[in-house]
């Protein structure tokens, strides 16, 4: 089946730094969607793309669906505590899918 | 209302055990999907649900697990014969309303012993 590598696997940062994560995957998807989960939450929605090349922002984050479509790259500018959590970013790879293929996640800690 | 919402938040139980987990939707939202997520993976496909019916079940493990939306709104998911490779947290999501994104649940973390 489809797999998505996601890098790194966790990262600790000072607060106020940047962070970027990224997505590969052997093969293409249509939507690339990034999300949040805070423990003992589910997956929340931060940005979604939807073609390839795309450079969407959401506040401090910035995330973008490669040109081959099938990587994105995810980047959070000046970090603050409440940043702590995991983030996975997903693929959707036709028209009209709707089964959601999703990375093992990047944990991130932030240090005050 | 509002969210997702999905009961129990936990449950454990001891192996072979029967268990049901639900979920209640979005109201008006006609998709719903069950995910599993197994501690450090990302969540991962079981049941997809347009309405009433599962439009696709490629993802449920074997034939102890099943899950049914008799009205199309909650759902149930329920595994039979519970074993400890089951312990994971099971998410629902639920889309509708012209969006195309999944909201999730906070799920149901199951724990067999």
């Known amino acids: 089946g489809q797999q998505l590598n996601q890098s790194p696997q966790s990262m600790f940062i000072q607060e106020g730094e940047d962070v970027s994560m990224n997505c590969t995957s052997s093969?293409?998807?249509?939507?690339w969607l990034w999300y949040k989960q805070d423990p003992g939450e589910g997956p929340v929605l931060l940005i979604a793309?939807?073609?390839?090349?795309e450079l969407t922002s959401n506040g401090r984050l910035t995330a973008q669906f490669g040109i081959t479509r099938k990587d994105s790259f995810l980047n959070i500018s000046a970090s603050i505590p409440s940043d702590v959590g995991i983030y996975f970013c997903?693929?959707?790879?036709?028209?009209?899918?709707?089964?959601?293929?999703f990375g093992k996640g990047t944990k991130l800690s932030v240090i005050p | 209302g509002a969210g997702v919402s999905q009961t129990p938040s936990n449950k454990v139980t001891e192996k072979g055990k029967y268990v049901e987990l639900r979920c209640d939707p979005i109201?008006?939202?006609?998709?719903l999907y069950w995910y599993r997520q197994s501690l450090g993976q990302g969540p991962e496909f079981l049941i997809y649900?347009?309405?009433?019916?599962?439009?696709?079940d490629s993802g449920l493990p074997n034939d102890r697990f099943f899950a049914v939306r008799p009205e199309g709104s909650v759902s149930t998911l329920k595994i039979q014969r519970t074993e400890r490779g089951d312990s994971a947290v099971y998410l629902c999501?639920?889309?509708?309303?012209?969006?195309?994104?999944?909201?999730f649940g906070a799920g149901s973390r199951l724990t067999v012993l």
């Open positions: 109201s008006g939202h006609t998709a």
């Open positions: 793309l939807y073609k390839a090349g």
């Open positions: 999501a639920t889309k509708g309303g012209g969006a195309n994104v999944l909201t």
């Open positions: 649900f347009q309405g009433t019916g599962a439009a696709d």
């Open positions: 093969s293409i998807f249509n939507t």
């Open positions: 997903a693929g959707l790879s036709g028209a009209g899918s709707y089964q959601l293929t």
